[in-house]
């Protein structure tokens, strides 16, 4: 478990900086590209949880976040680097809603065991989830989201 605790909060950290840096003189998308690149290799550590998970028959909740990141992962990597579309802005929904559907669902899905097996890890996650909302608000209110 501890290392999805280390994944989600390393993907809501590198993904907040992502936020930031989409905004002017902050690096630009170069930089938001190369930690989306981060937040992709991330999926290894949380595909060796997975199977863990799997093979000790762990609870739904234990391996639903990590599945999901894995399928975040790949439709990111389908979508900003294999073909590079561009559904952000102008929205096209059939992209967008999947794509944050599986982001979100899986940072809340990586985050929530945590409530019961380690309050401070929580409160860590929460703090670190606390960060990526606050980057986005900046970023959507600088319409660079």
Do not use: H
């Amino acid at each position: 478990m501890l290392v999805v605790w280390v994944v989600v909060n390393l993907v809501n950290v590198l993904q907040a900086a992502g936020f930031a840096s989409r905004t002017p003189g902050a690096g630009g998308m170069s930089v938001n590209q190369a930690l989306g690149v981060v937040i992709a290799v991330l999926a290894l550590p949380a595909t060796w949880a997975l199977v863990v998970f799997v093979r000790e028959r762990a609870g739904w909740l234990q391996y639903l976040g990590p599945l999901a990141f894995d399928a975040f992962v790949a439709l990111m990597l389908v979508v900003d680097y294999a073909l590079a579309l561009e559904f952000r802005d102008p929205q096209r929904p059939a992209i967008l809603a999947p794509y944050l559907l599986l982001f979100f669902g899986s940072v809340t899905l990586m985050g929530l065991p945590m409530y019961t097996i380690s309050r401070s890890r929580w409160a860590l996650t929460a703090a670190t989830s606390a960060l990526l909302l606050t980057a986005m608000a900046y970023a959507l209110a600088r319409n660079v989201g």
